[in-house]
Protein backbone atom coordinates (compact mmCIF):
# COMPACT_ATOMS: atom_id res chain seq x y z
CA UNK A 1 0.00 0.00 0.00
CA UNK A 2 3.24 2.15 -0.09
CA UNK A 3 2.09 3.67 3.08
CA UNK A 4 -1.30 4.88 2.42
CA UNK A 5 -3.54 3.09 4.47
CA UNK A 6 -6.93 5.24 2.69
CA UNK A 7 -6.42 2.50 -0.29
CA UNK A 8 -6.61 -0.47 1.74
CA UNK A 9 -10.57 -0.95 1.49
CA UNK A 10 -10.47 -0.76 -2.66
CA UNK A 11 -7.32 -3.42 -2.27
CA UNK A 12 -9.43 -6.09 -0.35
CA UNK A 13 -12.30 -5.50 -2.74
CA UNK A 14 -10.00 -6.68 -5.58
CA UNK A 15 -8.56 -9.03 -3.78
CA UNK A 16 -12.70 -10.33 -2.27
CA UNK A 17 -13.47 -10.12 -5.99
CA UNK A 18 -10.40 -12.21 -7.24
CA UNK A 19 -11.55 -14.93 -4.92
CA UNK A 20 -8.11 -15.15 -3.26
CA UNK A 21 -7.58 -17.98 -0.23
CA UNK A 22 -5.33 -16.84 1.49
CA UNK A 23 -3.67 -13.25 2.13
CA UNK A 24 -0.25 -12.29 3.74
CA UNK A 25 -0.01 -9.07 5.34
CA UNK A 26 2.75 -6.99 6.75
CA UNK A 27 2.13 -4.50 9.14
CA UNK A 28 -0.85 -4.01 11.61
CA UNK A 29 -3.25 -1.77 9.36
CA UNK A 30 -3.46 -4.12 6.53
CA UNK A 31 -4.22 -6.97 9.23
CA UNK A 32 -6.69 -5.04 11.10
CA UNK A 33 -8.40 -3.72 7.75
CA UNK A 34 -8.42 -7.30 6.49
CA UNK A 35 -10.00 -8.23 9.40
CA UNK A 36 -12.68 -5.74 9.22
CA UNK A 37 -13.29 -6.17 5.81
CA UNK A 38 -12.89 -9.69 4.84
CA UNK A 39 -13.37 -13.20 5.66
CA UNK A 40 -10.65 -14.52 3.95
CA UNK A 41 -8.00 -16.42 6.13
CA UNK A 42 -4.55 -13.83 7.05
CA UNK A 43 -1.09 -14.99 7.56
CA UNK A 44 0.77 -11.79 9.20
CA UNK A 45 3.84 -10.70 10.05
CA UNK A 46 5.72 -7.47 10.89
CA UNK A 47 2.41 -6.69 12.82
CA UNK A 48 2.88 -5.44 16.15
CA UNK A 49 1.78 -7.30 19.66
CA UNK A 50 -1.59 -9.13 17.91
CA UNK A 51 -2.75 -9.86 20.94
CA UNK A 52 -2.80 -6.83 22.70
CA UNK A 53 -3.93 -4.79 19.63
CA UNK A 54 -6.83 -6.68 19.63
CA UNK A 55 -6.04 -8.88 16.51
CA UNK A 56 -6.13 -12.46 17.97
CA UNK A 57 -7.71 -14.00 21.21
CA UNK A 58 -4.10 -15.11 22.18
CA UNK A 59 -0.85 -16.54 20.47
CA UNK A 60 -2.00 -20.11 21.20
CA UNK A 61 -5.41 -20.09 20.29
CA UNK A 62 -5.93 -17.46 17.91
CA UNK A 63 -9.33 -17.72 16.82
CA UNK A 64 -10.92 -16.19 13.97
CA UNK A 65 -9.24 -15.66 10.64
CA UNK A 66 -5.45 -14.28 11.39
CA UNK A 67 -2.42 -15.97 12.30
CA UNK A 68 1.32 -15.52 11.84
CA UNK A 69 4.98 -14.71 13.49
CA UNK A 70 4.22 -12.68 16.22
CA UNK A 71 5.83 -9.58 17.44
CA UNK A 72 8.96 -9.80 20.09
CA UNK A 73 9.86 -6.08 20.49
CA UNK A 74 10.07 -6.09 24.04
CA UNK A 75 12.67 -8.97 24.18
CA UNK A 76 14.57 -7.28 21.92
CA UNK A 77 14.82 -3.73 23.10
CA UNK A 78 17.36 -4.40 25.86
CA UNK A 79 19.57 -5.98 22.87
CA UNK A 80 18.67 -3.09 20.67
CA UNK A 81 20.03 -0.38 23.13
CA UNK A 82 23.13 -2.72 24.08
CA UNK A 83 24.43 -2.33 20.89
CA UNK A 84 23.56 1.21 20.18
CA UNK A 85 25.97 2.00 23.50
CA UNK A 86 28.59 -0.11 21.84
CA UNK A 87 28.38 2.08 18.91
CA UNK A 88 27.78 5.30 20.70
CA UNK A 89 29.29 4.61 24.49
CA UNK A 90 28.15 8.25 25.63
CA UNK A 91 24.68 6.95 25.08
CA UNK A 92 22.15 8.35 27.70
CA UNK A 93 19.50 9.44 25.89
CA UNK A 94 17.18 7.74 23.08
CA UNK A 95 14.88 9.44 20.89
CA UNK A 96 12.03 6.77 19.97
CA UNK A 97 10.00 8.06 16.19
CA UNK A 98 6.80 6.03 15.53
CA UNK A 99 3.44 5.98 13.85
CA UNK A 100 1.01 7.04 16.39
CA UNK A 101 -1.84 6.35 14.06
CA UNK A 102 -0.77 2.77 14.52
CA UNK A 103 -2.06 1.15 17.39
CA UNK A 104 0.49 -1.62 16.91
CA UNK A 105 3.01 1.16 16.27
CA UNK A 106 2.31 2.26 19.87
CA UNK A 107 2.45 -0.53 21.41
CA UNK A 108 5.56 -1.33 20.49
CA UNK A 109 6.78 2.28 21.31
CA UNK A 110 5.81 1.59 25.09
CA UNK A 111 7.73 -1.73 25.04
CA UNK A 112 10.72 -0.16 23.13
CA UNK A 113 10.36 2.78 26.33
CA UNK A 114 10.07 0.49 29.03
CA UNK A 115 13.16 -1.83 28.04
CA UNK A 116 15.16 1.26 27.93
CA UNK A 117 14.23 2.82 30.92
CA UNK A 118 15.22 -0.95 32.64
CA UNK A 119 18.19 -0.47 31.59
CA UNK A 120 18.64 3.18 32.55
CA UNK A 121 18.45 4.30 29.07
CA UNK A 122 16.03 7.90 29.24
CA UNK A 123 13.71 8.04 26.83
CA UNK A 124 12.29 10.94 24.44
CA UNK A 125 9.02 9.85 22.76
CA UNK A 126 8.72 11.13 19.62
CA UNK A 127 4.85 10.22 17.74
CA UNK A 128 4.33 11.65 13.95
CA UNK A 129 1.33 11.22 12.45
CA UNK A 130 2.53 13.41 9.08
CA UNK A 131 5.77 14.07 6.61
CA UNK A 132 6.17 17.63 8.72
CA UNK A 133 5.51 16.05 12.04
CA UNK A 134 9.54 14.36 11.18
CA UNK A 135 11.19 17.71 10.77
CA UNK A 136 9.18 18.88 14.27
CA UNK A 137 10.88 15.72 15.81
CA UNK A 138 14.16 16.22 14.61
CA UNK A 139 14.25 19.72 15.60
CA UNK A 140 13.06 18.34 18.92
CA UNK A 141 15.75 16.00 19.06
CA UNK A 142 18.54 18.45 18.75
CA UNK A 143 16.68 20.74 21.17
CA UNK A 144 16.81 17.84 23.86
CA UNK A 145 19.93 16.91 22.75
CA UNK A 146 19.18 12.96 22.57
CA UNK A 147 22.34 10.84 21.79
CA UNK A 148 20.68 8.51 19.32
CA UNK A 149 17.48 7.74 17.64
CA UNK A 150 15.01 4.22 17.48
CA UNK A 151 13.14 4.31 14.59
CA UNK A 152 10.14 2.16 15.09
CA UNK A 153 9.16 0.49 11.48
CA UNK A 154 5.98 0.57 9.93
CA UNK A 155 5.06 1.25 6.43
CA UNK A 156 4.76 5.24 7.04
CA UNK A 157 8.11 5.65 8.97
CA UNK A 158 9.79 2.99 6.56
CA UNK A 159 8.05 4.99 3.37
CA UNK A 160 10.11 8.34 4.53
CA UNK A 161 12.96 6.70 5.66
CA UNK A 162 15.02 9.26 3.42
CA UNK A 163 14.60 11.88 5.44
CA UNK A 164 15.80 10.04 8.61
CA UNK A 165 19.02 9.40 6.42
CA UNK A 166 19.49 13.01 5.74
CA UNK A 167 18.78 13.65 9.22
CA UNK A 168 21.47 11.38 10.78
CA UNK A 169 24.08 12.14 7.99
CA UNK A 170 23.63 16.12 8.52
CA UNK A 171 23.99 15.83 12.67
CA UNK A 172 25.88 12.63 12.84
CA UNK A 173 23.01 11.10 15.23
CA UNK A 174 23.21 7.32 15.44
CA UNK A 175 20.14 5.63 14.41
CA UNK A 176 18.90 2.23 15.13
CA UNK A 177 16.42 0.17 12.49
CA UNK A 178 14.04 -2.43 13.48
CA UNK A 179 14.38 -4.07 9.61
CA UNK A 180 18.10 -4.98 8.12
CA UNK A 181 16.74 -3.92 4.68
CA UNK A 182 16.89 -0.15 5.85
CA UNK A 183 20.31 -0.80 6.91
CA UNK A 184 20.96 -2.27 3.34
CA UNK A 185 19.42 1.46 2.08
CA UNK A 186 21.69 3.55 3.89
CA UNK A 187 20.60 3.35 7.76
CA UNK A 188 23.58 2.68 10.34
CA UNK A 189 22.39 -0.28 12.35
CA UNK A 190 19.79 -3.16 12.85
CA UNK A 191 19.02 -6.05 15.32
CA UNK A 192 15.90 -7.88 13.80
CA UNK A 193 14.27 -10.73 13.39
CA UNK A 194 15.60 -13.36 10.64
CA UNK A 195 13.23 -12.13 7.65
CA UNK A 196 14.50 -15.08 5.69
CA UNK A 197 13.34 -17.51 8.47
CA UNK A 198 10.26 -15.11 9.20
CA UNK A 199 8.92 -15.40 5.82
CA UNK A 200 9.63 -19.38 5.89
CA UNK A 201 7.36 -19.77 8.24
CA UNK A 202 4.91 -17.87 6.48
CA UNK A 203 5.09 -20.08 3.15
CA UNK A 204 4.53 -23.00 5.78
CA UNK A 205 0.77 -21.10 7.70
CA UNK A 206 -0.20 -20.58 4.48
CA UNK A 207 0.72 -24.26 3.20
CA UNK A 208 -1.26 -25.79 5.91
CA UNK A 209 -4.38 -23.31 5.15
CA UNK A 210 -4.16 -24.13 1.58
CA UNK A 211 -4.30 -27.69 2.70
CA UNK A 212 -7.55 -27.12 5.01
CA UNK A 213 -6.06 -26.07 8.73
CA UNK A 214 -8.36 -22.77 10.06
CA UNK A 215 -6.25 -19.82 11.40
CA UNK A 216 -7.72 -20.47 14.37
CA UNK A 217 -6.22 -23.63 14.62
CA UNK A 218 -2.62 -22.16 13.76
CA UNK A 219 -0.94 -20.95 16.85
CA UNK A 220 1.19 -17.96 16.02
CA UNK A 221 4.60 -17.96 15.70
CA UNK A 222 7.62 -16.35 17.26
CA UNK A 223 10.97 -15.78 15.38
CA UNK A 224 14.07 -18.11 16.49
CA UNK A 225 16.59 -16.24 14.60
CA UNK A 226 18.27 -12.49 14.79
CA UNK A 227 20.25 -10.62 12.59
CA UNK A 228 22.47 -7.88 12.88
CA UNK A 229 23.30 -5.46 10.34
CA UNK A 230 25.81 -2.79 10.20
CA UNK A 231 26.84 -0.10 7.24
CA UNK A 232 30.43 0.62 7.32
CA UNK A 233 30.18 2.99 4.74
CA UNK A 234 27.40 4.84 6.50
CA UNK A 235 29.67 4.67 10.33
CA UNK A 236 32.68 6.35 8.51
CA UNK A 237 30.45 9.00 7.10
CA UNK A 238 28.78 9.54 10.96
CA UNK A 239 32.71 9.36 12.51
CA UNK A 240 31.14 6.46 14.68
CA UNK A 241 33.73 3.37 14.79
CA UNK A 242 32.57 0.04 15.11
CA UNK A 243 33.83 -1.97 17.78
CA UNK A 244 35.89 -4.91 16.70
CA UNK A 245 33.34 -7.24 18.71
CA UNK A 246 30.05 -5.98 16.88
CA UNK A 247 32.09 -6.51 13.80
CA UNK A 248 32.63 -10.07 14.52
CA UNK A 249 29.49 -10.02 16.28
CA UNK A 250 28.04 -8.78 13.03
CA UNK A 251 25.49 -11.38 10.70
CA UNK A 252 26.11 -8.54 7.43
CA UNK A 253 28.61 -5.66 7.29
CA UNK A 254 27.67 -3.64 4.24
CA UNK A 255 30.46 -1.44 2.53
Sequence with gaps: MEGQPDRLPRLLDELAASKVEVIVAAGYLPVLAAKQRTTI??????????????????????GGSITGISDVSAELTPKRMDLLRQIAPQLRRVAIIWNINDLSMTLRYEASESGAKALGISIQPLPVRTIADFEQAFASILREKSDAVLL?????????????????????MPIMYELDFIV???????????????????????????????????????PTRFRLAINLKTAKGLGLRVPPALLVAADELIE
Design 41 to 62: PVVAFNAGDPVRSGLVSSLARP
Design 152 to 172: VADGFTISNRKLVFDFATAHR
Design 184 to 222: RDGGLISYAPDLEESLDRVAHLVDRILKGTKPAELPFEQ
